[in-house]
């Protein structure tokens, strides 16, 4: 049977609920609470069990003494200027003060008391009431310099930390955590790179939480004008207790999100230094062969016109001199033969393995390749990548080679005797779930008729002043069609030549 409160007197003057006046003086005297009344001069008239226990004071040693007996005489005397300003007024007062026991022991005492009226108004007596609150302001205290201690550290490592509740908000991070926000120009950074190493945290953080576990992902962080950065990022669930009061009864706590993120930039600068020799090495070959490859197929093409009228050549020959007309076959059959040969030795573009691609990374080894062209030709590069964008699957070296034909393009445009503006923009951003990229130079521009002509095999057009846009794309269009994306060229915001490159992430044609 479960307790029941006591009910309340609705009336102290109703002989059925009044209580006994010994009931009240029983009830002072056993109250685990100090209990002391003084004299409007604070001369101790009573004192109770919990106060003799506290103090060390026994009733008879107390009675009729100041409660400044009681004083340590290191609270500072504000505090008893307020006190007493406020007893004065007739208004209670509560505090802490620092007392000290009959042994010599001192203690904190947190202090509450009230001014006892008469029926004129006047003060007659103060009550008051006190604990001993050592104890609790020592694990105050101890906790408080543990939070120091802790924030003191988490600030001072070299690593980002990030703390998530189950709605997904940051309720603890330390300074290298503050410092991504603006590298990564996000509100929470944390959303960020969640959002591309685990795309289904925010459902999984509010269910299963184990799902947004992971260790050692990493994160590529591109800023206009500034070197690449990468984080290597780490998650854990951690059990977090609700700060609640209606959760004070609730053994289970909430889990919460912690991420660990780390700069690994300069071991992978080193890496990305080794790489560039073998890349640039890569996709000279890649160039050479593809020169070779399309220098033959151009010459395939062109070899097989002649022969084309050589066989309507043949048909009407055919009824007038058939002998002849057999010769000039056989003639067209050998060439053929030797025109196959021809064909079956133009080298094969490399059969690279499809994996997950930043496209981001792309285009600044591109640059980098580039770079000695760039300044040659006096041009300006403004890189204005997004933050972070999603991988890509696909070829890297085929993308690569795509790209650097768009910059080459771009570079012949503007390197033109006379032409005075030679700047060139390179952008990335995610739109509706496609990475959108465009290189936009300040060149001549093209003309809207050869547009389309631009991507038809073995298209050239180097006819000078005004209408140069450098060799054909039709290997750039194939390149981007093998990934399931597209390609255009525009007019740029400075009149020059935009091309257009578009990619889904989920990786369906466009």
């Given at each position: 049977m479960s307790a029941q409160p006591l009910?309340?007197?609705?009336?102290?003057?109703?002989?059925?609920?009044?209580?006994?006046?010994e009931v009240y003086r029983q009830a002072v005297s056993q109250a685990d609470l100090a209990i002391s009344i003084t004299d409007p001069a604070a001369r101790i008239l009573y004192a109770n069990?919990?106060?003799?226990?506290?103090?060390?004071?026994?009733?008879?040693?107390?009675?009729?003494?100041?409660?400044?007996v009681l004083s340590n005489h290191t609270t500072p005397r504000e505090v008893y200027a307020d006190m007493w300003t406020a007893l004065r007024a007739r208004r209670p007062w509560s505090g802490k003060l620092l007392n000290k026991r009959k042994c010599g022991d001192v203690y904190l005492a947190e202090l509450s008391i009230t001014p006892v009226l008469d029926a004129a108004g006047e003060i007659t007596h103060y009550l008051g009431m006190h604990r001993d609150v050592t104890e609790l302001h020592r694990l105050e205290r101890t906790v408080r310099n543990h939070k120091q201690l802790i924030e003191s550290v988490i600030d001072a490592a070299p690593v980002a930390f990030a703390l998530l509740d189950p709605s997904g908000r940051v309720v603890l991070d330390n300074q290298e955590y503050k410092k991504l926000v603006t590298d990564m120009r996000a509100k929470e950074p944390a959303h960020r790179l969640l959002d591309a190493l685990a795309p289904e945290w925010y459902e999984a953080l509010a269910g299963d939480i184990r799902r947004c576990e992971f260790s050692n992902r990493e994160m590529r962080l591109d800023s206009p004008g500034g070197r690449a950065r990468w984080l290597s990022v780490s998650t854990s669930a951690i059990e977090m207790?609700?700060?609640?009061?209606?959760?004070?009864?609730?053994?289970?706590?909430?889990?919460?999100?912690?991420?660990?993120?780390?700069?690994?930039?300069?071991?992978?600068?080193?890496?990305e230094r080794a790489k560039g020799a073998a890349l640039k090495a890569s996709l000279a070959d890649e160039e050479r062969t593809a020169a070779i490859r399309e220098g033959l197929s151009a010459a395939v093409f062109r070899l097989e016109e002649p022969l084309n009228v050589m066989a309507?050549?043949?048909?009407?020959?055919?009824?007038?001199?058939?002998?002849?007309?057999?010769?000039?076959?056989?003639?067209?059959?050998?060439?053929?033969?030797?025109?196959?040969?021809?064909?079956?030795?133009?080298?094969?573009?490399?059969?690279?393995?499809?994996?997950?691609?930043?496209l981001n990374e792309v285009l600044r080894d591109v640059l980098e390749v580039?770079?000695?062209?760039?300044?040659?030709?006096?041009?300006?590069?403004?890189?204005?990548p997004s933050p972070v964008l999603p991988p890509l699957t696909g070829r890297p070296l085929q993308l690569r080679m795509l790209f650097k034909a768009l910059v080459e393009n771009a570079i012949e445009a503007m390197n033109v005797k006379g032409w005075l503006r030679r700047e060139l923009q390179i952008t990335s951003q995610l739109v509706d779930d496609c990475i959108r990229v465009a290189v936009l130079d300040s060149g001549p521009g093209i003309p809207m008729e050869w547009r389309h002509k631009a991507f038809e095999p073995f298209f050239t057009a180097k006819t000078?002043?005004?209408?140069?846009?450098?060799?054909g794309l039709s290997r750039a269009q194939q390149v981007v069609a093998d990934h399931g994306g597209i390609i255009d060229l525009d007019e740029s915001p400075s009149g020059g030549c935009a091309a257009i490159v578009e990619f889904r992430v989920d990786g369906d044609p466009i």
């Open positions: 009910a309340q007197p609705s009336n102290e003057n109703d002989p059925r609920t009044s209580l006994p006046p069990e919990s106060f003799s226990r506290i103090t060390g004071y026994g009733r008879d040693d107390i009675v009729g003494l100041n409660e400044s207790h609700s700060e609640c009061a209606d959760s004070y009864f609730c053994a289970a706590g909430q889990p919460g999100l912690l991420l660990v993120i780390a700069d690994i930039t300069n071991l992978r600068e080193e890496q309507s050549a043949i048909a009407v020959l055919q009824r007038r001199d058939p002998a002849s007309a057999e010769m000039l076959r056989h003639a067209l059959d050998t060439s053929r033969e030797h025109i196959e040969t021809l064909r079956q030795v133009i080298p094969q573009s490399p059969q690279e393995m499809v994996i997950s691609v930043n580039c770079t000695p062209r760039l300044l040659k030709a006096g041009i300006t590069v403004d890189w204005q000078g002043v005004g209408k140069h846009i450098g060799t």
